[in-house]
């Protein structure tokens, strides 16, 4: 089991920028890739970022060029957004998937972008 606790979530202007914090505990091991979702009310959720043990990062394309996905390797992997844009809000969900094909999933953390 794989717990997955966000923060860092909240209100910031359009144009702004916010850093969202994932920490990871429980069966560490065997997480092959990391990465947020977000969700909007009544949308589907969608994939904004993932970041392999190796390293790798892949990014959606409505957020390449403006958030930055990082890990430290360990226990906790970062978003850090820029340019946030009025689409942006959104629940942003942080995911492990491991090497038993299992995904875990965050509580959510909600960023709000408004003037």
């Known amino acids: 089991q794989v717990e997955l606790v966000e923060s860092g979530g909240d209100l910031v202007r359009p144009g702004g920028s916010l850093t969202l914090a994932c920490k990871r505990s429980g069966h560490v091991f065997g997480v092959n890739v990391m990465g947020w979702y977000r969700q909007g009310p009544g949308d589907q959720r969608d994939l904004v970022a993932t970041?392999?043990?190796?390293?790798?990062t892949t990014y959606s394309d409505s957020v390449k060029d403006r958030f930055t996905i990082s890990s430290d390797g360990a226990t906790l992997m970062y978003l850090q957004m820029t340019e946030l844009k009025p689409e942006d809000p959104s629940v942003y969900y942080c995911?492990?998937?491991?090497?038993?094909?299992?995904?875990?999933w965050g509580q959510g953390t909600q960023v709000t972008v408004s003037s």
């Open positions: 970041i392999s043990k190796d390293g790798i």
């Open positions: 995911t492990a998937d491991n090497e038993w094909d299992q995904t875990f």
